[in-house]
């Protein structure tokens, strides 16, 4: 589910391009519809995690999974840019229910394993996007156009969908917190976590949407080298993750979310420090691997919380984090038009630090 989920975002993600083109849209209206994608991934969290709790969220993931299957025929087919506005909103819910309610399945197979496992799965989210990613590549060499790519794409992931749904499956399924709000702050220890999520994600969102042109700015380096920096991060990131379980059942949550910190702020450092292309990719590179475990560290804290439902949980940890997401790539352009490029990204060593002062709470008490 988790490798399927990212394979739609990173099929998507990488053909914009085409669908701007094709809709012949300015970047406000671009971002305006980046926006409202987001904003119903946001609205969704809460419900899905309210589902999840209610009818068990192995069933909830696998509903929505044939959901997500299909959406992306939804976008490619879009007449307007009206109906392309309301299926990206339609996307950004299934997406972003998908994601709360598998990450809460996936927390109930950890527990059940007895083992660290949630760094693995977030692996092959990330395995998902890149399969995702490279589909697009060679559709966009071959000049295939989005209908016919994700037309295709959708049959082909909906069989696997729906082979995968027929696999027998039980989810707890926990009805006592019906009658609590749908949307549900993060408080006490879970704000805490909450908080290391946002650190995370808007670390994630500022190299994903600046590294290129940092590395053009900072390294005087073409186009396409400046697209090595997201790629070292993405792929430090993956690598990370299938090993992270291992680190958190040797040094536990606390001490291996310190460490990343740790790692996370160095590898920024460098990046900030030094001009070399190379050295930059070095500090991307460290800056990913010490990013890669916390947000599935986050997440699996919050679906173990004592006092939240882990539905609930989950999904106020995930709108906090999302909102993360958001916030960085505008931050970012703000703090580069009043100063430079460079100075914006003084905010990554800030993050990681505050990931280390709050780590604490990943012990959940």
């Known amino acids: ?23 012949n849209l300015s970047p406000t209206a671009l971002g305006l519809l980046l926006l409202v994608m987001a904003l119903g991934a946001v609205a969704a969290f809460a419900l899905s995690g309210r589902a999840a709790d209610h009818y068990g969220a192995a069933t909830v993931t696998k509903y929505i999974a044939i ?21 990206m909103v339609i996307f950004g ?23 660290p496992l949630m760094s693995s799965f977030h692996a092959m989210w990330s395995f998902g996007a890149g399969i995702g990613a490279g589909s697009s590549f060679l559709s966009a060499t071959y000049y295939v156009n989005i209908s ?31 009658n609590a709000p749908i949307y549900v702050l993060p408080k006490s220890s879970l704000l805490g976590v909450a908080i290391i999520a946002f650190c995370a994600s808007l670390s994630e969102g500022v190299i994903a949407d600046w590294s290129a042109i940092f590395l053009i700015a900072v390294a005087h380096v073409s186009d396409g080298d400046a697209a090595l920096g997201y790629a070292v991060f993405s792929i430090a990131m993956m690598t990370m993750r299938l090993i992270g379980g291992q680190i958190v059942h040797q040094f536990g949550a606390t001490k291996t979310a310190r460490l990343a910190a740790l790692v996370a702020m160095i590898g920024s450092l460098i990046a900030l420090t030094f001009t070399s292309f190379s050295l930059i990719l070095v500090g991307f590179g460290l800056t990913g691997l010490g990013l890669s475990v916390i947000m599935p560290l986050a997440f699996s804290r919050a679906a173990n919380d004592k006092n939240v439902s882990q539905g609930a949980a989950i999904a106020s940890v995930a709108t906090l984090g999302y909102g993360g997401f958001l916030l960085g790539p505008p931050l970012i352009g703000f703090i580069a038009d009043i100063s430079s490029i460079r100075t914006s990204f003084l905010i990554l060593p800030v993050l990681a630090l505050l990931i280390f002062a709050f780590s604490r709470f990943l012990l959940g008490k």
Not at 69 to 75: E, K, Q, R, Y
């Open 93 to 115: 819910a299934i997406t972003g229910g998908m994601d709360v309610a598998m990450n809460a399945w996936a927390a109930e197979v950890e527990r059940k394993a007895q083992r």
């Open 1 to 23: 589910m988790f490798i399927l989920n990212g394979a739609v975002f990173g099929i998507w993600a990488s053909r914009i391009p085409a669908i701007t083109d094709k809709h």
């Open 148 to 178: 016919t790519q994700f037309t295709s794409s959708a049959i082909v992931i909906l069989i696997i969908t729906l082979f995968i749904t027929a696999i027998p499956s039980r989810s707890k399924q926990n009805k006592k917190h019906n």
């Open 67 to 87: 959901l997500n299957s299909v959406i992306l025929a939804l976008i490619a087919f879009a007449p307007s840019i009206w109906m392309l506005a309301i299926s």
